[in-house]
């Protein structure tokens, strides 16, 4: 089964500082990894995905993740934190064929942004 | 461009009612997914569907029933409702199979209270 880590819980960061959100996921054949944060009372926007090719991806509003296979890990980074980027962050994984393309979600990391 | 729409936004129960909670798309998506959101579990999938007429059970069903008449619309159906039903629904959609390396198109979430 398919399953995703968040280890913090929460992170707080002052503004300009940057920024490192770690994910580590368990899946048995290539996986399809996503970056989604979530504004209070707002749904899920997609900040980057990853599928194959170039391990660093880069995604919407600065961020970045790079895809280690042999730490199974995608963690999400940003050289520099706005006070916008305060929200929600949840790393997602998913098959590619079969299954109905389920993503299974992490339990998120809340940013909070210092000024 | 009105994506994915959930309604309605919010809604208070009590044990025992029960309720339909509406999702549409109108981005021709073939799959569709119901998900609760509750603090610090990320989010669970209730149902999915991968085309009109066909839905099946994700993580964690008991409690709530699905539809797809169309490839629209996918509601979601609480018929006694409890005290943990208590959560954030969020629909989602994506293109499917054959573009199952797409990511998810969220709405913004129904906010349900059973009390």
């Known amino acids: 089964a398919q399953s995703v880590t968040q280890p913090d819980i929460h992170i707080t960061v002052s503004e300009g500082a940057s920024l490192e959100l770690r994910c580590n996921y368990s899946?048995?054949?290539?996986?399809?990894l996503f970056w989604y944060v979530q504004s209070p009372g707002q749904g899920l926007q997609l900040l980057l995905k990853?599928?194959?090719?170039?391990?660093l991806v880069q995604g919407i509003k600065g961020f970045e993740a790079e895809f280690k296979r042999s730490q199974s890990s995608f963690n999400l980074r940003k050289p520099s934190v706005h006070w916008s980027d305060a929200a929600e962050y949840f790393c997602?994984?998913?098959?590619?064929?079969?299954?109905?393309?389920?993503?299974?979600f992490g339990t998120g990391t809340q940013l909070k942004v210092e000024l | 461009n009105a994506g994915v729409t959930q309604t309605p936004k919010f809604r208070i129960l009590k044990i025992g009612q029960s309720m339909t909670l509406q999702c549409t798309q109108d981005?021709?998506?073939?799959?569709m997914y119901w998900y609760r959101q509750d603090p610090g579990m990320g989010l669970k999938l209730i149902y999915y569907s991968v085309g009109a007429g066909i839905t099946d059970k994700g993580e964690v069903p008991n409690g709530y029933n699905v539809s797809r008449s169309t490839t629209e619309d996918f509601p979601l159906r609480l018929e006694l409702a409890a005290p943990s039903q208590t959560s954030v629904y969020f629909c989602?959609?994506?293109?499917?199979?054959?573009?199952?390396?797409?990511?998810?198109?969220f709405g913004n979430g129904t906010r349900l209270t059973v009390t």
């Open positions: 899946y048995g054949a290539t996986p399809y």
């Open positions: 989602a959609s994506g293109p499917g199979q054959g573009a199952s390396n797409s990511p998810l198109h």
């Open positions: 981005m021709n998506h073939n799959y």
């Open positions: 997602a994984v998913g098959g590619g064929t079969g299954g109905g393309n389920k993503l299974t």
């Open positions: 990853y599928f194959s090719g170039d391990t």
